[in-house]
């Protein structure tokens, strides 16, 4: 098996064969994604493999930077600034800016001009009746004007379209009259969900994304073709689960998210290895962080996720937060002269400055090499030799009076400070305390950050998992093979209800298990889940699972107990006295497939804690303390389970960096997990 996670900065690509694992770090190409995915694959020898994982912010990136094809919207008459909606609140930043603007608006970056959003004459009621039936003249019209204007997809949201279709699916077939093979997404199959602002924005993502994946994955499988592969290959949702290639590309707005739920992925099994119940995963890669939560076992569900503030796509996803702080971070000065870490980032390229591509303004990873946690000549497996003296005039070139020391000081100190306090937000959101919690570091930066974070954070410990650097990429072999679908019915959960909801999810099973071939149908299992609220509440609880069985009035009530029990674990309290509302009902078709499981190692001889072998050398640590260090050099392939390694150090391996900061002590798991706490709890 291999897996592949496609960052901004580097190409994850890990391979699981004969129970061994291999791995590789390839520096992404953002023109070209996919030379980077073959060059990873042809390294650990994609021929023989039998299923090829892929994981891509290929398209989350291109929403980001607004570097999407042109494409068409239609909606019903009088609602084309549908796309302008929004919800009614403010990012904390703008609440006392007049001057604020959504960064999707007309006045900012729409994603689809005015002048290609259209109105259609028709009219459907919430209750499925049909007010006004469809001009189909009308629509023409509207259609021929999209195609002179040179429009590559059309994206189809009309109101109520997810109680009755009948509209969009005949204006999809006006379409492709009019406008030829070109893709089509209308919002009663991509998204058929109430709400007509998510519905609208997750049917134009979607029509953008068939555009933009349609060649790249049919390129990626001819390119694995050609370099002899024959098995399967499968892209990642947002929740972790895998699709086959071609089933993803039919509504490829749910692999928009993917790199980030693999690695809560990844962190799950490894808290199942480790018998760690509650834990926080910290991914920290070239542009940004990523933050998850996993409480007993389990991490976070959502109905839906956010690109930028209030751009919200309609897809099942793990619950991740980011913040714009990474090793690639750019260190600048604001106009009151503070130091600034991100959140504009380097990326690939020219990336740091330490890299020598012509890069002038320094980064998080051009501090981390002057303080001498990086070692220059072992970068990225040795792939890449850092260039000091261009990072330190990277620093020397900022505009403020402050001294080098205190530049490069800052830069480390923000930078932690940053992922701190996102951490503590994710946790106290949640009604969790930091202090319960241990920490996952991986990402190539998170090892060498993240260790700092102990002490402002209280964590029981930090714990670096093997191969941090490619950990998200390890998640992709952790899942399995899941076809899902989903539909929006505002019902009480009550006996009365009962029928209803039992016809809903029979409509939805028999759609599922027509997937599949029919000998494939035994092995399969069916999950079923829905989203619900308090009633009176304007957001639900999404995500609840409930077993297999008889939908009648005793199956409803475990359904409301369920919603309680979910409720209670997401948010700290519960409302168990409250009417409950379902809203959204959801079933999943699981294929089980092979995983990556984490196996011990050979423990040392003697009592723990032991002691290291002799370091490889010392490195001179500065601007970490008051005064520099001297910290011991260890390499670690060569630590084994129960050795001890105290603070200050540096272990190194290739391709990430681990910082045991003074005072601390990492001591070395069964797994070879890395597991950092203060240096008199090491010992105990």
């Known amino acids: 098996m291999i897996g592949v996670d496609v960052g901004g900065t580097f190409t994850d690509v890990v391979c699981w064969r004969d129970g061994r694992l291999t791995v590789t770090k390839v520096p992404s190409v953002p023109d070209d994604p996919q030379q980077a995915v073959l060059e990873g694959a042809r390294r650990l020898g994609v021929d023989s493999a039998t299923i090829f994982n892929h994981a891509s912010t290929k398209g989350l990136n291109a929403v980001l930077t607004r570097r999407l094809p042109k494409v ?32 999707f608006g007309d006045a900012a970056r729409p994603l689809v001009p005015r002048y290609l959003r259209r109105g259609v004459r028709e009219r459907i009621l919430a209750s499925g009746e049909v007010l006004q039936s469809l001009d189909e003249a009308d ?16 994206a189809i949201c009309l109101l109520n379209a997810y109680v009755e279709p009948r509209h969009e699916r005949r204006l999809a077939e006006l379409a492709r009259e009019v406008l030829g093979e070109l893709p089509v997404s209308a919002s009663s199959d991509t998204s058929p969900r109430a709400r007509e602002f998510t519905r609208a924005v997750t049917t134009v993502v979607d029509v953008m994304m068939k555009l933009m994946y349609a060649d790249y994955a049919a390129h990626l499988h001819a390119g694995l073709a050609a370099l ?44 199942r290895a480790l018998g760690e119940a509650d834990l926080i995963c910290c991914d920290v890669g070239g542009t940004s962080t990523d933050v998850s939560l996993i409480v007993a076992g389990e991490s976070f569900t959502n109905d839906g996720f956010e690109i930028e503030h209030d751009l919200t796509i309609s897809a099942l996803s793990t619950e991740v937060a980011s913040v714009g702080a990474g090793g690639g971070s750019i260190v600048s000065i604001s106009a009151s002269g503070d130091v600034v870490v991100g959140p504009e980032s380097g990326g690939a390229r020219p990336g740091a400055a330490c890299y020598g591509r012509g890069a002038t303004r320094p980064t998080v990873t051009d501090a981390c090499l002057l303080m001498g946690i990086l070692d220059p000549r072992g970068f990225a497996g040795g792939q890449m030799e850092l260039d000091a003296d261009a990072a330190r005039r990277a620093f020397a070139a900022l505009d403020t009076p402050l001294p080098l020391e205190q530049r490069v000081a800052q830069a480390y100190r923000i930078a932690v400070n940053n992922i701190a306090e996102e951490v503590a937000n994710i946790t106290i959101r949640h009604g969790a305390d930091p202090r319960d919690f241990s920490l996952v570091a991986y990402g190539a930066a998170g090892p060498m950050l993240l260790p700092s974070a102990l002490e402002p954070l209280s964590l029981r410990r930090v714990i670096v998992p093997p191969h941090p650097g490619l950990f998200s990429a390890l998640g992709l072999l952790s899942a399995d093979l899941v076809h899902a679908d989903s539909c929006s019915a505002y019902l009480p959960l009550a006996g009365v209800a009962a029928p209803r909801i039992a016809a809903l999810y029979a409509d939805m099973e028999r759609r599922l298990l027509a997937r599949l071939p029919a000998a494939a149908r035994g092995a399969a299992a069916l999950r079923r889940s829905f989203d619900a609220r308090i009633a009176g509440q304007s957001w639900e609880t999404a995500f609840i699972e409930v077993p297999p069985g008889a939908i009648d009035a005793r199956y409803v009530e475990a359904m409301v107990e369920a919603f309680h029990a979910e409720y209670e674990r997401r948010n700290g309290q519960h409302f168990r006295g409250m009417p409950v509302q379902g809203v959204n009902w959801r079933l999943q078709l699981v294929q089980p497939a092979e995983r990556f499981r984490h196996a011990p ?51 190194h391996e290739a391709l990430c960096t681990t910082l045991v900061p003074p005072g601390l002590a990492a001591t070395v798991g069964r797994f070879g997990e890395l597991s950092i706490a203060a240096a008199a709890e090491t010992s105990r």
Not at 145 to 154: H, I, M, P, T, W
Not at 245 to 255: N, Q, V
Request: glycine share 10%; net charge positive.
């Open 72 to 103: 068409g919207f239609l909606t019903t008459d009088g609602h084309r600034d549908m796309l302008d909606a929004g919800r009614a609140w403010r990012p904390f930043e703008g609440q006392l800016d007049a001057r604020w603007r959504r960064p």
């Open 139 to 154: 629509a023409r019209r509207q259609l021929e004007l999209l195609k002179r204007c040179g429009v590559e997809g059309v």
């Open 228 to 271: 002899g592969f024959a098995g399967e290959l499968n892209f990642a949702d947002c929740s972790a689960a895998l699709l086959p290639w071609r089933d993803a590309l039919e509504h490829p707005f749910r692999i928009l998210f993917a790199g980030p739920a693999a690695g809560a992925a990844s962190c799950r099994e490894l808290g």
């Open 601 to 651: 190692l050979t423990a040392a001889a003697g009592t723990p804690p032991l002691r290291p072998p002799p370091a490889r050398g010392y490195r001179t640590l500065r601007y970490l303390a008051p005064q520099p260090v001297e910290a011991a050099i260890h390499e670690r392939e060569a630590l084994r389970p129960g050795m001890c390694v105290p603070g200050p150090a540096v272990i």
